[in-house]
Every structure is written in C-alpha cells, then in structure tokens.
C-alpha cells in the first residue's frame, strides 16, 4: 500500500486510484496527485509516481518503529537517574544500615563487608521501584563493596548506554562522596561500585566510585 501525504494537513492519504485528487481528511486539493504529476513528467508511469512520490507502507513502519526507539532512549536518560539514586538510597538506608559499626568494633573490615553483603542478600533478588532490582551485593577483594542491578523492562539496543551512564554517574558519585550512611566506606577508603545489566542478564554498564574520587575538594 502507498500513501500521498497532503501537504496542508499532513494526512496521509491511501493511494486507491490515479484519479485521486484530494484530501480525504481536509477536502483540499493534493499538491502532488498523480494527474498534475502526469503533466509535468509524461514519460513517466503511475508506477514511477508511487515510486518517486508516495510513502509506502515499510516505510511509514521504519519511521514509527524508529520514533518508537528514540522516545524509549530519551526516556531512559531521565528516569534511570532518577532509579538510580532512589535506589542507592534506599538500600544503603534501610538494608546497609544496620549495626555495621558493632561489626568493626569486633572484626576486620574485610569480615564486616561480607556480613553487610550478606545481609542484603537475605531480601535479594529485591525490587526498588517499578524499573530496578537489586540482584545482590558482593563483597570483592582490594576493598570494592559491589551493588548489582537489573533494569527488568528494558533490552541492552533500547538505551543509549554513553547518555544513560552520564546521566547518573555525577549523582551515584555525590551520594558516595556526600551521604552519612556512607562514612564508614569512606573511612576505610573502600571503592564503591554499582553493575547494571538489562532484562535478559546482558551487562550495559559499571559505575566505579573510588577513594579518589570522593576525596575531591
């Protein structure tokens, strides 16, 4: 199927006929209708003006399909940062801030980190909000306490990782740098990392906030 697109009020019109002249939505005459077309290219055939002039179906379908993937990259620039420090808050505040600090009173640092992990993963797989869940927590050698997360609506193509990432880093670092419930850390100059994959356990990026950064004047 091939459309005319009015020019007047951009309907597009189902091409049913070589005598079709006007609108169907406005009544206006068609600019370029196949009659006038005709006139000004006589060697030509109804052929070549669905050809040259008129918008098929595939088309219309690519346009939609890639307006469609454009809107869903957009909208993931704005609500994964919003996520993202929803979600950090609320599980450093309500599952990592227990008594850690009785934890440092009698062990290592080291022993401390994987008894506030393991305390995370008693309620994981976990959802944060309609978007996020928080898979689990890690404690890793060299100091890196790891915040693991999925976004359950979303595939790896539908995002524009580079912008997502941008969005949300500067906020994930302030809170690392800034939030009291993260002094502990800080203190002990641990690195704090945040993965994320998609719906389908595809890993779309890691956010890495170390010492150095959160010492920054």
């Known amino acids: 199927m091939e459309y005319l697109k009015c020019n007047k009020c951009g309907h597009l019109n189902k091409l049913k006929t070589e005598y079709q002249v006007f609108c169907a939505d406005c009544n206006q005459k068609l600019d370029n209708n196949y009659s006038d077309w005709k006139r000004r290219n006589s060697d030509q055939s109804f052929e070549d003006f669905k050809r040259i002039e008129c918008i098929s179906e595939e088309d219309i379908n690519r346009a939609r399909q890639e307006k469609q993937k454009n809107a869903k990259r957009k909208g993931a620039k704005y609500w994964v940062g919003l996520i993202a420090t929803v979600a950090i808050v609320t599980i450093t505040t309500n599952l990592v801030n227990f008594s850690v600090t009785d934890f440092f009173k009698e062990a290592t640092f080291d022993k401390a980190m994987m008894a506030a992990a393991s305390q995370i993963n008693e309620t ?27 976004l359950v609506h979303f595939l790896k193509e ?53 010492p150095e950064m959160y010492e920054e004047k």
């Open 158 to 210: 539908d995002l524009n990782l580079d912008e997502v990432k941008e969005q949300i880093e500067p906020g994930i670092v302030n809170f690392v740098k800034t939030n009291p419930d993260m002094k502990i850390q800080r203190d002990f100059k641990s690195t704090i990392r945040y993965t994320y994959k998609d719906k389908n356990g595809i890993h779309l990026f890691t956010i890495e906030v170390s």
């Open 124 to 150: 994981c797989p976990i959802m944060i909000d309609s978007e996020t869940r928080l898979d689990n927590a890690i404690a890793l050698p060299n100091n890196v306490f790891q915040y693991n997360y999925s």
